[in-house]
């Protein structure tokens, strides 16, 4: 018996000599945060910038709501649903400079088991208050996850279906217990957890299920001053915000006051960009940028004009097919119709040739997959599907129709016919191809809430026809198109599907089936496909970021070769034209320029 324990007592001591707990006000998905220890301010900002004066921003649309976390309603600017915005603070905050890094923010530290992963604790800072004094407590913590997952929009039930409890476990500490230890990135998403006041929130008279224009009470930087519904929002920032003086924020919040005006109609807007009726604008559209731009102030210098290299994670923006209306079932239907896009043309006529053509659903990153057939890392996880995805994966690697940009892409059209002819739609006597055994017709409507796009959804729908294929495009109001796509009430549309620099839990939003479903959510194209679910989970389980490239690089490969969209541009720059009163940080984020964050008005 006395071998017998002394030995068990070894065991013991061998099992949990590789665990540590760690208390750390920091912590990287992969490797070690850059600014682990002592810093006195992140690299992309200024910290000497003055502060005051007012930045005003511009928004296309308008906002009904400032509740951004349901599914009803648009939300006014500002109101980010993840992460920081104005006015809530997160347990803690990513910085812009790395991969995916997470800092203590109303959390003063996060605290985890280096081997049992099943589990995570945020301690919270004793200094966090809301902006009436009060603290911010664990029970508004929890209060604030269970809402959420159960009011809030579907992307939170998504998001966060692996956490089975969330508790108190001091007046100060909160801990979330997870249904197994392998989703790595999970800890990390739930420090990005935007908190909300339970005491403001559960007072008589207020429905977090229903969009308002009451002012929320929030705990960040920054909060409502006024509003014009529909028209302009406008924060004033807290002077005694209570994370001031974190080196996390220094030179951040710089504005005094910040205001976005909303505009029906983007000449309108461009227009009033130049009378000095807002401050910045990130241009979106590479025509104006090349004609539009030839006005008074911007030739005197009062605006300045500027093209800024980046690296950030374009994903995809394509026409997406909602494979779950019968026109676009047959993947044959969806290869064919890609032939008629002419980016090349479309590119030189209405871009001056600004765009690069997007191929990857992981664009302008290490993450998108690499040309030619699979190897390595990336051939050994497909060869484990072989059987349940396309032969053609392991040979080749998708690359989306191209043209010589002249106008002239009959070679194109006759392959696109030959697809559709092969598979059993015959050109019917009133010119629209129908297949012989379904008596499916090929007709759809393409809609979106921005008139921009007719210049290049026109000539596509040209092509279409010259193949025996009815389209029409309908712009829609921003709420009316808003309730559509949530509805999943739309043939095709034109949509971007952002990615980060981490890929993890947000792609079950993405791809999962059991998503495609589900009023609200961001898989807005339909698939259903396990090979991508079992692939979804192992990314969220990464055990490394070489691994996590690898994955990612094999979901890119089964997403392609399904020909869910067809993809259409990104550039690898920001175009940012601003007045010259404003002043910007020398070294931008690669991520994002951060204008509202890191920017200041010049003394």
């Not at 004609?291 to 009062?302: E, F, H, I, L």
């Not at 690069?356 to 699979?374: I, M, Q, V, W």
């Not at 989306?400 to 019917?428: C, V």
């Not at 495609?516 to 990314?539: H, M, Q, T, W």
Request: glycine share 6%; proline share 5%; charged share 25%.
């Amino acid at each position: 018996m006395r071998y017998f324990l002394l030995f068990s007592f070894i065991l013991l001591l061998t099992n949990t000599a590789h665990a540590e707990i760690v208390k750390s006000s920091s912590v990287a998905m992969h490797g070690d945060a850059k600014y682990a220890g002592n810093f006195t301010h992140l690299d992309y900002t200024n910290p000497d910038a003055s502060k005051g004066g007012t930045l005003k921003q511009s928004v296309i649309g308008n906002f009904d709501s400032l509740n951004p976390f349901i599914i009803k309603g648009s939300p006014a600017a500002g109101m980010a649903f993840l992460g920081q915005s104005m006015i809530y603070d997160a347990l803690m905050e990513q910085s812009n400079d790395e991969p995916f890094s997470m800092y203590g923010l109303l959390a003063e530290t996060i605290e985890y088991d280096t081997e049992d992963k099943s589990w995570v604790a945020f301690n919270l800072n004793p200094a966090a208050t809301w902006h009436d004094g009060k603290a911010v407590t664990p029970e508004d913590v929890i209060w604030t996850f269970n809402t959420l997952v159960e009011k809030g929009t579907p992307f939170f039930k998504a998001y966060y279906d692996d956490v089975t409890k969330v508790e108190a476990t001091s007046p100060s500490r909160v801990k979330f217990t997870f249904k197994d230890a392998n989703n790595a990135e999970l800890p990390l998403i739930l420090s990005q957890l935007s908190i909300l006041p339970k005491h403001y929130w559960t007072s008589e008279g207020k429905d977090f299920s229903k969009t308002t224009l009451e002012f929320p009470l929030g705990s960040g930087p920054y909060k409502i001053e006024k509003i014009d519904a529909g028209r302009s929002i406008t924060y004033k920032r807290v002077p005694d915000y209570w994370g001031k003086d974190l080196a996390l924020n220094k030179g951040r919040f710089n504005f005094e006051y910040q205001t976005f005006d909303y505009y029906k109609d983007g000449n309108v807007a461009l227009e009033a960009f130049f009378a000095n009726e807002y401050d910045v604008r990130l241009e979106n559209v590479a025509k104006l940028w090349n004609t539009a731009y030839d006005a008074a102030p911007v030739k005197d210098g009062r605006i300045t004009k500027a093209e800024i290299k980046h690296m950030r994670p374009q994903g995809m923006q394509g026409f997406l097919y909602n494979i779950r209306k019968p026109v676009f079932k047959d993947k044959a239907v969806r290869e064919a119709l890609s032939y008629a896009f002419d980016f090349e043309w479309s590119n030189k006529q209405f871009a001056y040739g600004g765009y690069k053509r997007t191929d990857s659903y992981f664009e302008n990153s290490e993450l998108a997959a690499t040309d030619g057939a699979p190897t390595g890392r990336v051939l050994e996880i497909l060869e484990t599907y072989r059987g349940k995805i396309p032969d053609d994966i392991f040979t080749t690697r998708y690359q989306p129709p191209k043209t010589d940009g002249s106008g002239n892409l009959r070679g194109n059209l006759r392959t696109a016919m030959k697809l559709l002819e092969d598979a059993g739609y015959k050109l019917g006597s009133d010119g629209i191809r129908t297949n012989e055994k379904t008596g499916q017709r090929l007709e759809f409507e393409i809609v979106d809430s921005n008139p921009m796009f007719e210049r290049w959804v026109l000539p596509f729908i040209a092509n279409l026809k010259k193949i025996g294929v009815q389209a029409n495009f309908r712009v829609l109001d921003p709420a009316q198109y808003q309730n559509r796509i949530n509805d999943f009430d739309y043939d095709m549309t034109i949509g971007s599907m952002g990615q980060s620099s981490s890929p993890g839990n947000e792609q079950r939003d993405w791809w999962n089936s059991e998503k495609a479903d589900i009023a609200g959510s961001r898989n807005y194209i339909g698939i259903k496909d396990p090979v991508i679910d079992d692939l979804i989970e192992k990314i969220i389980q990464a055990p490394s970021r070489a691994e996590l490239v690898a994955l990612t690089q094999s979901l890119d490969r089964v997403l392609l070769s399904g020909y869910y969209v067809i993809p259409q541009w990104h550039i690898d720059h920001w175009r940012i034209a601003y007045w010259t009163k404003l002043g910007r940080p020398e070294n931008l984020s690669h991520i994002t320029p951060a204008i509202g964050d890191t920017w200041w008005v010049k003394e």
